[in-house]
């Protein structure tokens, strides 16, 4: 299998599976002498990991971070930094029935369909678990970036299933929920939609939105660089998304040019449609990104589909799965904006040198 890498000049490349042994990163690229400690990436894994709260999948994984190489006396050396997590709470019997099924939804299809061959424990690589690593490798470019630049990365539950999330913005109180959510006013709207939905044993989907400030001017390139391309891959590439948007998105089809444009002034931009990306490169505004995931596909709720025979079955999937991804999707995306942001500093550097802080 190949494509595990992501990013040109600060790369990660991620491995495991979500029932084997281990799951890990191998970082390239970072600059030396940031001084980060485990205890640091453990504290960003400790906000994706599951089980903090009955909204999400019961497994308990300690996350417990080993960094292998790439530092010396606590800070980078500039060789790769290697990081490896155990897997400590798998249970792989809950996929005995699903050994020979293809969930609907679920990339079992298409991953039989393109190898032929399947961990079917977790879905393999296809498992939300190797978000993990994405949040270990971002706590690095978090930190990296805020200290170069006072760069500051949040994410936030926008929407969960019917529900609009954000109409009150507290930003502060983001992360005293298991929501991600930042209207306190909405919490116990979603708590009870939760229950709700996780007693029927069906899923939703969410939308997450995230936001870097103090993001220099000039990063990012006109065409096959573009800033806001490599954002959108970046976050299509999280299990469950199925869109990303860029400032006002898709609001901008129905949009007059009148309103979209963001008129400019000696004081800085009116507005910030354009989500912090013009033409692909920043504009030293805010850089805006929402992403929408889809309800999870693993469901007790029995439903139509095929084994790998191709015999029509009726399928139940057992297990410890969140009824809704999102819930988790906040420091993913956070994470994924801080390594494109970083690989595209060193990338700016690296043909124009000079970066207008
Ligand atoms: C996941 C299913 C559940 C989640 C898992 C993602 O685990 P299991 O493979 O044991 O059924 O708990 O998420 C994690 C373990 C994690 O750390 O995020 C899935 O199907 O994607």
Redesign the pocket.
Known sequence: MSHNRFGQLFSVTTFGE??GPA?GCVIDGCPPGLEISAEEIRLELER????KSRH????R?K?DVQILSGMFEGRTTGTPIALVIE?T????R??ENIKRQLRPG?ADYTYWKKYGFRDY???GR???????MRVAAGALARKWLKQEFGIGIQGWLAQLGPHRADRNMDWDSIDDNPFFCPDPEMVPVLEEYMDALRKSGDSTGARVNVIARNVPAGLGAPVYGKLDADLAAAMMSI??AKGVEIGAGFDSVWQMGTEHRDEMTAEGFIGNHAGGILGGISSGQDVIVSTAFKP?S?LRIPCRGLDIDGNEVEIVTK????PC?GI?ATPIVEAMMAIVLMDHVLRHRGQIGKIYK
């Open positions: 979500s029932h799951i994706r990991a599951t089980g999400t999948s019961q497994r994984e996350d897997n709470d798998a249970r792989s809950d996929y679920h424990r977790g879905g296809s498992s939300a678990r190797e978000t993990t299990n469950a999870t693993s297990g410890r799965h969140d991804v988790r």
